[in-house]
């Protein structure tokens, strides 16, 4: 037996970055090619909504894309530049308005509004929309209740003087009560500012 040589030539090997380079190459020309099929697929973006477009009589246009909230902030944005004292009466009106025709990103940005400003009626719904013994998932932007939310409106509706607000923070000191002992965190939590 003889050994091995070690004249004898290692065996060939090819570059593996050519092969790295044709696959990046193939996947560009793919994208490319496939892009503009795919872009023809694609339906136009939309016309943006006029502003006389808003409100009509009631109905909702569908046809129309407008981001949520996008006319309640277009509203505020309004009401600042009028400058204040701000009609509140009628933000809240307008808030009903939205959420009756299921704009709940608008109605919730203006009765936040109007809450931050003091006004009662708007206060009492931004708690209620987050009060877990009234909370409706269909008339909320909220996924579920936040009882320190509710908490904190109702109480900040009772500091105002209202009577209905005083009642609900002992609903929800009640409810917090009987939901800590089932080990409800959120009521555990709700009970610290009780003490």
Same mark, same amino acid.
């Given at each position: 037996?003889?050994?091995?040589?070690?004249?004898?030539? =290692? !065996?060939?090997?090819?570059?593996?970055?050519?092969?790295?380079?044709? *696959?990046?190459?193939?996947?560009?020309?793919?994208?490319?090619?496939?892009?503009?099929?795919?872009?023809?697929?694609?339906?136009?973006?939309? $016309? =943006?909504?006029?502003?006389?477009? $808003?409100?009509?009589?009631? #109905?909702?246009?569908?046809?129309?894309?407008?981001? !949520?909230?996008?006319?309640?902030?277009?509203?505020?944005?309004?009401?600042?530049? *009028?400058?204040?004292?701000?009609?509140?009466?009628?933000?809240?009106?307008?808030?009903?308005?939205?959420?009756? $025709?299921?704009?709940?990103?608008?109605? @919730?940005?203006?009765?936040?509004?109007?809450?931050? $400003?003091? @006004?009662?009626?708007?206060?009492?719904?931004?708690?209620?929309?987050?009060?877990? #013994?009234?909370?409706?998932?269909?008339?909320?932007?909220?996924?579920?209740?936040?009882?320190?939310?509710?908490?904190?409106?109702?109480?900040?509706?009772?500091?105002?003087?209202?009577? #209905?607000?005083?009642?609900?923070?002992?609903?929800?000191? #009640?409810? *917090?009560?009987?939901?800590?002992?089932?080990?409800? !965190?959120? *009521?555990?939590?709700?009970?610290?500012?009780?003490?």
């Amino acid at each position: 037996m003889s050994a091995p040589s070690d004249s004898a030539p =290692p !065996p060939s090997r090819k570059n593996p970055l050519i092969w790295i380079a044709i *696959a990046v190459a193939l996947l560009i020309l793919f994208l490319v090619v496939g892009g503009e099929r795919g872009l023809s697929r694609i339906d136009p973006a939309p $016309e =943006p909504v006029p502003e006389q477009a $808003e409100e009509s009589a009631g #109905t909702i246009e569908r046809s129309l894309l407008v981001p !949520p909230g996008m006319r309640a902030r277009q509203y505020i944005e309004q009401l600042r530049a *009028a400058g204040g004292p701000y009609p509140l009466q009628e933000i809240h009106a307008k808030a009903l308005s939205y959420s009756s $025709e299921g704009s709940l990103a608008d109605a @919730h940005l203006l009765y936040f509004f109007a809450a931050r $400003e003091d @006004h009662l009626p708007s206060i009492l719904v931004m708690a209620e929309m987050s009060d877990p #013994t009234r909370f409706r998932a269909q008339d909320s932007l909220l996924d579920y209740a936040d009882v320190i939310q509710a908490y904190k409106w109702y109480q900040r509706a009772a500091d105002l003087g209202d009577e #209905t607000a005083l009642a609900r923070v002992e609903e929800l000191q #009640t409810w *917090a009560r009987d939901a800590a002992g089932d080990g409800d !965190p959120q *009521a555990r939590q709700l009970l610290l500012n009780y003490q």
